[in-house]
């Protein structure tokens, strides 16, 4: 009886943690964290428009003037801002 116990324990566990990691990863990129890698090809001088919820927050792209590391991620200034902007809302135009 203990050995299935033990044995039911080591599968939940190993379920629990299996899933648990799928969720992790989900929020990742959900939060993304994932897409910094990508977004890591912007560099000051480049032109970028802002993607905030799906719908683009300047009326023409902006250069970007600084990239700022912070202990909350990586931030952009961009020119007529002194808003440090998430990398993660950023695209390259």
Do not use: N
């Not at 929020?27 to 912007?42: A, F």
């Not at 003037?65 to 808003?83: C, F, N, P, R």
């Amino acid at each position: 009886m203990r050995k299935k116990i033990i044995i039911a324990f080591s599968i939940t566990t190993a379920i629990t943690f299996a899933v648990s990691v799928a969720m992790l990863k989900a929020i990742d990129l959900w939060s993304g964290k994932e897409m910094i890698k990508k977004k890591s090809e912007i560099k000051v001088g480049d032109k970028v428009q802002w993607l905030s919820q799906g719908v683009y927050q300047f009326a023409k792209p902006r250069v970007v003037l600084e990239i700022m590391d912070s202990a909350y991620g990586k931030y952009v200034i961009v020119e007529g801002s002194l808003t440090g902007l998430p990398l993660t809302q950023i695209k390259k135009i």
